[in-house]
């Protein structure tokens, strides 16, 4: 997390996809009450649904039905959100996903991280076996 | 829960094998379910050249999308198409993001889209 964080707002969710309309709709007022513009805003809901959807697909194919809780911290900064979406995921190959789409325009899966790397502005991924996956996600505000 | 309220997936068939797919709202892991559907039994039924109109489509995520590439894969194995018809500007940009607007006929109209497109549809 960055040392310059005014504010944090924290989210569990549960793994599963009917939450992850409520995850966006946090992510949005929070980007709203920092000032950020609609386009912005749009690009926040639509990363933070990406990571989420990543997240609870991962928890599918490995079988877990129920959907294991998916934590949302909001890191409110003076010019820029971090959001972190962190699961028990045991993680993938960002790399390997980029090459597929790259290989076959008609990929059905691995646009989320597509979509993600485009409206961020800045992108990290880490795997821990103890910890699970995070997805960390920068969007800076722009200048006034 | 119950069905998603999010989104309110109808069609319209035009005779032929032509029909429309109307997509109102949030398309998301929760509710791609219902679009993937629709479009099946649309498919199964003999349609085989497909406008989904974007008109009302608030949000779109990349399972959606996915589902979208699927039936439009599905209708070119009959010789079919699909088009998308008026998407808002925020979709136009993940179209754009993620290539997707090269691989779909996009128009600016459902109107639009139809053009060419006898009322006899493609051979099934």
Known sequence: ???????????????RPEFISVARLAVAAVAARMGFDYDDIEDLKVATGEALTNAIQDAQSRGVAAGEDIVVICALCERELVIE???????????RRRQAVEQDELQEGGLGLLLIEALCDKVEFET??????LVRMTKRLADS | MGKPVDVDVSSERLGGHIAVLRIGGEVDLYTTPQVKEEVLALIDGGVRRLVVDLSNTEYLDSTALGALVGALKRLREHDGDLRLANPQPRIRKLLEITRLAK????????????????EQGATA
Do not use: N
């Open chain 1, 85 to 95: 979406v962190r699961d028990k995921g045991s993680g993938f190959d960002p790399e």
């Open chain 2, 103 to 118: 691989v779909f006929e996009v128009r600016d109209s459902v109107a639009q889209a139809l053009e060419g497109w006898d």
């Open chain 1, 1 to 15: 997390m960055p040392t310059t964080t005014t504010s944090r707002v924290e989210l569990k969710i549960p793994g």
């Open chain 1, 128 to 133: 821990k076996p103890d910890s699970g996956t």
